[in-house]
């Protein structure tokens, strides 16, 4: 079966960093995009990092830019997120997904995440 | 930034339909995906590509998408289908999540 794996979430103080990774199997992984998704207490989805399957492209929300980074080693069928700078509004269950997008006939672009994994948490606490 | 809009909460009795809404400026001229989460879970993708079911979700699960809203649909709704419901669509470059729909099956 597919599967994805996160580690690294924990503990951390305002102002301190983070990395988490996300561990691929049984599917080609250098064939995909991959994202970070996050879920704070009590609230809803939100989409946090992207990056292409061959590592070229990536996206962040505005929420995360400057501070984020997202990376991957499709040698180790493994997904990075380098979080510095926290603050309490990080805290969260951050997922990692596994993505789809291609342009149909016509060229419209669709995208949506088939694979996710169960989420490590971090908190961002002093 | 693009939005998508959805309502806290739906309730429905089993048996029933429910039609949960995601609403967005020209949403139909974008494809919409949705996604279910319960308690303690991950999202599960039920929708994608506007209308199209991932294998192993029932067929209860329908979607569609025009003009500015994209829906949802249960048909013959289920105890076990009490979930929260996301919709999500691309938009510049980013990934875009309505704020999500609490569905009660009472």
């Known amino acids: 079966e597919v599967q994805l794996v996160e580690s690294g979430g924990g503990l951390v103080q305002p102002g301190g960093s983070l990395r988490l990774s996300c561990a691929a199997s049984r599917f080609t992984f250098s064939n995909y995009s991959m994202n970070w998704v996050r879920q704070t207490p009590g609230k809803g989805l939100e989409w946090v990092s992207y990056i292409s399957s061959n590592t070229i492209t990536t996206h962040s929300a505005d929420s995360v830019k400057g501070r984020f980074t997202i990376s991957r080693d499709n040698a180790k069928n493994s997904l990075y997120l380098q979080m510095n700078t926290l603050r309490a509004e990080d805290t969260a269950v951050y997922y990692c997904?596994?993505?789809?997008?291609?342009?149909?006939?016509?060229?419209?672009?669709?995208?949506?995440?088939?694979?996710w994994g169960k989420g490590t948490t971090v908190t961002v606490s002093s | 930034s693009y939005e998508l809009t959805q309502p806290p909460s739906m309730s429905v009795s089993p048996g029933q339909t429910a039609s949960i809404p995601c609403s967005g400026d020209?949403?139909?001229?974008?494809?919409v995906c949705w996604y279910q989460e319960k308690p303690g879970q991950s999202p599960v993708l039920v929708i994608y590509q506007d209308v199209k079911r991932p294998s192993g979700i029932p067929e209860r699960f329908s979607g569609s998408n025009s003009g500015n809203t994209a829906t949802l649909t249960i048909t013959g709704t289920q105890a076990m289908d009490e979930a929260d419901y996301y919709c999500q669509a691309w938009d510049s470059a980013t990934v875009v999540f309505g704020g999500g729909t609490k569905l009660t099956v009472l």
């Open positions: 997904a596994r993505g789809r997008g291609e342009r149909d006939s016509d060229q419209n672009f669709y995208y949506y995440m088939d694979v």
């Open positions: 020209n949403l139909g001229n974008k494809y």
